[in-house]
């Protein structure tokens, strides 16, 4: 079983800055990606960030130059470093991996960390 857990969630004023984690646990053979992606009220799940096993990544426009992923790929561990937040990054982020244990190829999802930005 595969599990991710996701921390470092919070509220912080507008131009403040959280660094979201997230661990994979369980019988994994190899993390192929791992993500963060987001929802706020009322609004469609959206990509974030991603990061390949070779530390290639992604980012939504609208993070570029103030979002930072990067991982450990000896702890199963992906980050997210979150700098001059603004009001409209409030949503609940999920951690997200792409992982094959040793009968399956799978996509995985932690159970969220609401990120409320807010003077």
């Known amino acids: 079983q595969v599990q991710l857990v996701e921390s470092g969630g919070g509220l912080v004023q507008p131009g403040g800055s959280l660094r979201l984690s997230c661990a994979a646990s369980g019988s994994i053979f190899s993390i192929i990606v791992m993500g963060w992606y987001r929802q706020a009220p009322g609004k469609q799940r959206e990509l974030v960030a991603t990061i390949t096993s070779s530390s290639t990544t992604n980012y939504a426009d609208s993070v570029k130059g103030r979002f930072t992923i990067s991982r450990d790929n000896t702890k199963n561990t992906v980050y997210l470093q979150m700098n001059s937040l603004k009001p409209e990054d409030t949503a609940v982020y999920y951690c997200?991996?792409?992982?094959?244990?040793?009968?399956?190829?799978?996509?995985?999802w932690g159970q969220g960390t609401q990120v409320t930005v807010s003077s």
């Open positions: 997200n991996a792409v992982l094959s244990t040793m009968r399956s190829l799978n996509n995985y």
